[in-house]
């Protein structure tokens, strides 16, 4: 019995892996875009899965403009105001990126 039970958990753990979504199957998948402001967003109502990636993504990339605009004495806003511009300019056809406000199909 216990090695059953110990083998479903084992399952279960392997499966809740797979299913974890990655920033390229959240962009392919039309979950999240690009915002002018350097960080993502949801395009529409996200799971907590989807909030999760966005929050862990969006605090790596703060703390990234944070160094780049203390390295080059510039301020946080002009930093992320380019990297937004940037990763709007890299995304791929068929991704969303914000502009003027309101998502749209690159």
Do not use: C, H
Not at 33 to 49: F, I, R
């Amino acid at each position: 019995m216990r090695k059953s039970l110990l083998i479903l958990v084992m399952s279960f753990l392997v499966v809740a892996e797979v299913m974890a979504i990655d920033l390229g199957a959240a962009k392919s998948q039309g979950l999240v875009g690009e915002t002018p402001s350097g960080y993502l967003a949801a395009v529409g109502a996200a799971s907590g899965e989807v909030n999760q990636l966005i929050n862990q993504i969006n605090g790596k990339r703060r703390a990234e403009y944070n160094n780049i605009a203390k390295k080059n004495g510039i301020s946080l806003n002009s930093v992320e105001a380019l990297a937004g511009k940037k990763a709007i300019d890299k995304s791929r056809p068929g991704e969303y990126v914000q502009v003027g406000g309101k998502w749209r199909k690159k």
